[in-house]
């Protein structure tokens, strides 16, 4: 019964020069779950986001998105299938305004993008949708921005909403609420609620309290591989995930700010 | 008010400030056009040609390096392949007009660029600008030894003709007429690519690649169309240099030529749609001033100051300072 995953990894392996970044990993991601990948620095999370992003090749193993083995595949066209990451470090286009970011990727799915005759003009037909998405992080008032100028958190949430705009089935995040402080915490905790109404996530996340709000399903990643996997009661109980991810004894609350701390 | 009616609010001003940015755009190319229409009643022909020549270069190459983010360090072989193709045809085919002549100069660069570009692309940064150095100087060594050049002493007499057959180009207001209409063609070419909605891209390319390609875009292929058309605008400048002068030499395939392009470009403001011109014009007047005078010999090292005090202390070039300025200060 392969089908009830949206995405499944088999045996992923990425080597660094004999370096084992990630070691034989499984992943089953199950539709419309919000699915989190959690573990110590370097455990090799961000490096599973390149693997299945295909940022980077990976040395072995399989990646299949809705059964299809997408493993051949380049970057820009997993994006096109609907499975669309975002970055560690906040990704925006600078120097555009948060409309002009966004519509880069409604343009995505248009056939003008290759028209270097077309005026500027003929993308304010992608105006309306635009300001909808932006309406929807609450950025509707920064449309006009220039994004060099937001702030850190509402960089994100441009971030979020330019993600959303390609309409992907599958959203991969990276750390979405790094560096941020509890207020902009938990309004991203609602936007990645609400963006996962009708889609799956996958997240990479290091706030354990943003997890347990959030997650239906953990996966624990340590030095490469698979430790262990389960809900959030399962995974906190586990003395191995205590003893790798929040140094033992400690509470989950506790863990996540010895976590974030050992990010900045 | 309702948030839909903020939202078409913000809409409506968006559409406005775009209308007021074309509008200015109109009168500064009405200005533009205004100045070089008057220029050879006051300024010789020739010297103007020449600077409109490097300008439209230098507006090629702009167009990778400025509005791409690609640092190419061998545009210097798509402008001699245009003018030694230019200058061989009309110098061995008189049945061919000069147009039909300059026109397959400006052909054969845009081949080249497409084999420059198709064995580059995937390098970046430095690794991209020495792997275009290195095919320049192949190009290079191998004009010095093709029989067809000239080797050192160039592709003298060249003949200018008759464009279209009717026009006599060797009046050199004639030729002046025709230089401004191929530059000004290729100018608001070049303005129309980077606003257009292929522009938008490489602009999403150039300052965030690794995002562009997680929203979908296969930005290689993009970057090819740009290096092909900055290598065929490039070659076309080229092609209408050697008709101007009546010569094609060596000297505009040497690795020289490519420095002074990315020289003229960053002086003018990299970029910006007018710094290229107004660096084209700036470097061939100075190169031009000192060498009548007593500091001939010192033009490249006072070149080379100017290079480095641009990167060093005004890296944005005069247009884009001037840029700066008028919005710190105009809001
Ligand atoms: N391109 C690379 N070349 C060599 N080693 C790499 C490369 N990318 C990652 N690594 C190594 O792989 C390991 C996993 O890194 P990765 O970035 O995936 O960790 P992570 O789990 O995302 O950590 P963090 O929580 O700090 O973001 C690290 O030891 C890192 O140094
Ligand atoms: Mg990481």
């Known amino acids: ?264 | 008010m309702s948030q839909t009616d903020i939202q078409s609010d913000i809409q409506k001003t968006i559409l406005k400030q775009q209308k007021a940015e074309d509008r200015r755009k109109l009168m500064l190319n009405g200005i533009l056009l205004v100045l070089l229409l008057l220029a050879p009643f006051v300024m010789y022909p020739v010297f103007l040609m020449k600077i409109l020549c490097f300008a439209l270069f230098a507006v090629a190459f702009n167009l990778l390096f400025g509005f791409t983010g690609l640092l190419s360090f061998g545009h210097a072989a798509f402008l001699a392949t245009g003018g030694y193709t230019t200058g061989y045809l009309l110098s061995n085919f008189s049945g061919l007009t000069t147009e039909m002549g300059i026109i397959a100069g400006t052909l054969v660069a845009a081949v080249l660029g497409l084999g420059f570009a198709l064995l580059s692309i995937r390098r970046q940064g430095i690794y991209f600008a020495m792997v275009t150095l290195a095919l320049a100087q192949l190009v290079f060594f191998f004009f010095v030894q093709s029989p067809f050049t000239g080797g050192e002493d160039g592709l003298h007499g060249v003949p200018r003709g008759e464009l279209f057959g009717l026009i006599n180009l060797e009046d050199n207001l004639n030729m002046y007429y025709f230089v401004l209409v191929v530059f000004l063609a290729c100018y608001l070419l070049v303005q129309r690519i980077v606003s257009s909605p292929y522009g938008h891209v490489l602009k999403a390319i150039k300052q965030n690649e690794p995002r562009a390609v997680s929203l979908g875009y296969k930005v290689d292929r993009y970057k090819v169309l740009a290096f092909v058309i900055s290598a065929t605008l490039a070659g076309l400048a080229g092609s209408m240099k050697s008709v101007v002068f009546q010569l094609a030499s060596l000297n505009d395939a040497h690795w020289h030529m490519s420095g002074e392009v990315i020289l003229m470009t960053l002086v003018g403001g990299v970029g910006t749609l007018l710094g290229p011109v107004l660096g084209a014009t700036l470097v061939v007047n100075i190169e031009y001033q000192l060498g009548q005078g007593p500091l001939r010999d010192w033009v490249d090292p006072i070149l080379g100051a100017i290079f480095v005090l641009t990167v060093l202390s005004f890296r944005s070039g005069i247009v884009g300072e001037v840029q700066k300025f008028v919005r710190k200060n105009m809001g």
């Open chain 1, 1 to 264: 019964m392969s089908d009830q995953y949206v995405l499944e990894t088999r045996s992923l392996v990425k080597e660094f020069k004999g370096f084992v970044a990630v070691d034989d990993v499984n992943l089953q991601i199950q539709k419309g779950h919000i699915h989190a990948l959690i573990g110590p620095n370097g455990a090799g999370k961000t490096t599973v986001f390149n693997l299945l992003t295909k940022f980077l090749i990976p040395t072995r193993g399989q990646i299949l998105f809705k059964g299809e083995d997408i493993t051949p595949m380049k970057s820009a066209a997993i994006a096109r299938k609907g499975m669309v990451r975002s970055f560690q470090i906040s990704a925006v286009f600078p120097h555009m305004t948060a409309l002009e970011n966004i519509r880069v990727a409604l343009q995505s799915f248009e056939g003008s993008s290759f028209s270097f005759w077309k005026s500027g003009a003929s993308l304010n037909r992608l105006n309306k949708r635009a300001m909808e998405l932006l309406d929807s992080v609450g950025l509707t008032e920064f449309a006009n921005t220039m994004t060099v100028e937001l702030a850190y958190g509402r960089k994100r949430a441009l971030e979020l909403a330019t993600t959303l705009a390609m309409e992907p089935e599958i959203l991969l995040l990276d750390e979405p609420t790094q560096g941020m402080g509890t207020e902009d915490v938990d309004r991203v905790v609602e936007l990645v609620r609400k963006a996962a109404e009708g889609r799956t996530v996958l997240m990479v996340e290091h706030n354990l309290s943003v997890v347990s709000k959030l997650c239906d399903r953990i996966t624990v990643l340590a030095q490469g591989s698979v430790l262990t996997e389960g809900d959030y009661e399962a995974v906190s109980a586990d003395p191995r995930v205590r003893e790798v991810y929040m140094g033992t004894g400690s509470s989950g609350e506790r863990g996540a700010v010895t976590a974030e701390e050992a990010a900045q």
